[in-house]
């Protein structure tokens, strides 16, 4: 198993561009999310999706948009980039028992730097 | 009062020594705790998962919970350089507590370095 995959690694973003950060997982886990972490700031988490088709903000969405057309891929867009956005973006994916038992797998991350 | 609070650091240590990570939270509803371990330049791995009060090992880590102080730690013994990272905790309330889909909350990191 690849576990969490993101793509790209790295990339420089001029303000007012546009990408999509590329995210696959292979466990066949129902929940994926993306965060961003900024030096000292903890990890905050931008979106999260509970299964293919269901998608919701987490605490700092603004800036951000995701879907999740297959139970793999939660890809995350960026629109009109800003030089807030510099940061480390993690996804990570999980599996949840009934009783809310939950470990969350993190992909490698994409380091996003905006000028 | 922030939901989860951790020292930042930075932490240095002696090879050899025994370091102790610590975590303070305020939501009672908390009772899933995790630390996660995150090398430079890397996503986080998951170390250890506790649910509720008490000890967990495995090796030279061990996870504690003290619930009625709202406060985890984790021990790592005869600490070796490759240990050096920076340490999260984590926690989760079941949603029948009061706990959101997706929020699995983080402290900050504390970042470990063992000297040789």
């Known amino acids: 198993n690849a576990g969490v995959t993101q793509t790209p690694k790295f990339r420089i973003l001029k303000i007012g561009q546009s990408m999509t950060l590329q995210c696959t997982q292979d466990?066949?886990?129902?929940?994926m999310y993306w965060y961003r972490q900024d030096p000292g700031m903890g990890l905050k988490l931008i979106y999260y999706?509970?299964?293919?088709?269901?998608?919701d903000k987490g605490e700092v969405p603004n800036g951000y948009n995701v879907s999740r057309s297959t139970t793999e891929d939660f890809p995350l867009r960026l629109e009109l980039a800003a030089p807030s956005q510099t940061s480390v973006y993690f996804c990570?994916?999980?599996?949840?028992?009934?009783?809310?038992?939950?470990?969350?797998?993190f992909g490698p991350g994409t380091r996003l730097l905006v000028l | 009062q922030k939901e989860v609070e951790q020292d930042p650091g930075p932490l240095s240590v002696p090879e050899g020594a025994i370091v102790s990570l610590n975590c303070t939270y305020s939501?009672?509803?908390?009772?899933?705790f995790m630390w996660y371990r995150q090398y430079s330049r890397k996503g986080p791995e998951l170390l250890m998962y506790?649910?509720?009060?008490g000890n967990k090992e495995d090796g030279r880590f061990t996870a504690q919970v003290d619930k009625s102080s709202k406060y985890i730690s984790l021990f790592i013994r005869d600490s070796q350089p490759s240990d050096s990272a920076t340490y999260l905790c984590?926690?989760?309330?079941?949603?029948?507590?009061?706990?959101?889909?997706?929020?699995?909350?983080f402290g900050k990191g504390t970042k470990l370095s063992v000297k040789p």
């Open positions: 990570a994916s999980s599996y949840r028992t009934s009783g809310g038992q939950e470990t969350q797998y």
């Open positions: 466990m066949n886990h129902n929940y």
């Open positions: 999706s509970v299964g293919a088709g269901i998608t």
């Open positions: 939501n009672s509803a908390f009772q899933y």
């Open positions: 506790t649910y509720s009060s």
């Open positions: 984590a926690m989760t309330a079941p949603p029948i507590y009061g706990g959101s889909q997706g929020n699995l909350i």
